[in-house]
């Protein structure tokens, strides 16, 4: 550094900070809240389950964890030791489904590899098991609202 001149280190990097500003952890709480909710407007039979998971949101080299029980939902950025279920989903994706998405939405986010769930197969096969019972019923009461739509 002859002279008193810096070394040229490219351009700042703004990126951090607008990070920052876009997934506060109060944001993200309310966003997981509302993904929460939404999903069991679409498939109420969960509801009641009493339930402890863990969310894992990836976004480049981020990693966040959250802990989330439910009925609630009740939701802290904390290491869920007691989870039973873990879910695995891209930040951007998540933010995605929380605000647009529906159960077939997710139910395509995990068939294609695209979100993760792991954890006690019982519990798991049990929330499959009723989100396909929704469905079905789903389907069959549009098949009744509008019987002229068939062949």
Do not use: C
Request: positive net charge; proline residues 8%.
């Amino acid at each position: 550094m002859a002279g008193g001149r810096r070394a040229w280190r490219g351009p700042p990097n703004p990126l951090p900070h607008r990070l920052s500003r876009l997934s506060s952890p109060s944001d993200t709480k309310s966003l997981i809240e509302t993904a929460v909710r939404r999903f069991l407007e679409e498939v109420p039979a969960l509801a009641p389950l009493k339930l402890v998971a863990g969310l894992e949101l990836r976004g480049g080299r981020d990693l966040q964890i959250y802990r989330v029980e439910l009925p609630g939902p009740k939701v802290t950025r904390d290491i869920p030791s007691d989870a039973r279920v873990t879910l695995a989903v891209n930040r951007p994706l998540f933010n995605e489904l929380a605000t647009r998405g529906r159960v077939k939405d997710w139910r395509a986010a995990f068939a294609h590899g695209d979100a993760k769930a792991t954890g006690v197969e019982q519990v798991l096969r049990l929330i499959v098991s009723v989100v396909e019972r929704q469905e079905e019923r789903a389907r069959t009461r549009r098949a009744k609202a509008h019987p002229s739509d068939r062949g």
